[in-house]
């Protein structure tokens, strides 16, 4: 069992950035890969971004390729993603997920999901 806990969510303004945190707990954290996903209020939770075992390989969404890092710390267990020149469609809440050895860019592939985190970005 991996247990996940989201922090660092708000509201902010069209510009502005934010830095989200994962934090894990239970089994070894550098035996899972691990993704963020968000949805918006009326659509289809949407792959983000993930980040391997190790943190050497990344992959992003287009909608957010070169505003959005994502970095792991397998000494802490977390994982942050940090999210720069927000936009009003960035709105949603943010979901970071585990997935035992290899990410995937399909949510249903993740075994374990935090609570989520709300973002919230106005115009």
């Known amino acids: 069992q991996v247990e996940l806990v989201e922090s660092g969510g708000g509201l902010v303004q069209a510009g502005d950035s934010l830095r989200l945190s994962c934090a894990a707990s239970g089994r070894t954290f550098s035996n899972y890969a691990m993704g963020w996903f968000r949805q918006a209020p009326g659509k289809e939770r949407e792959f983000v971004s993930a980040?391997?075992?190790?943190?050497?390989?990344?992959s992003y969404a287009d909608s957010v390729k070169g505003r959005f890092t994502i970095s792991r710390d397998n000494a802490e267990n977390t994982v942050h993603l940090q999210m720069n020149s927000l936009k009003p469609e960035d709105t949603a809440v943010y979901y970071c997920?585990?997935?035992?050895?290899?990410?995937?860019?399909?949510?249903?592939?993740?075994?374990?999901w935090g609570q989520g985190t709300q973002v919230t970005v106005s115009s």
């Open positions: 997920a585990a997935r035992y050895l290899v990410y995937s860019y399909s949510q249903n592939d993740y075994q374990y």
């Open positions: 980040i391997s075992r190790s943190g050497i390989s990344t």
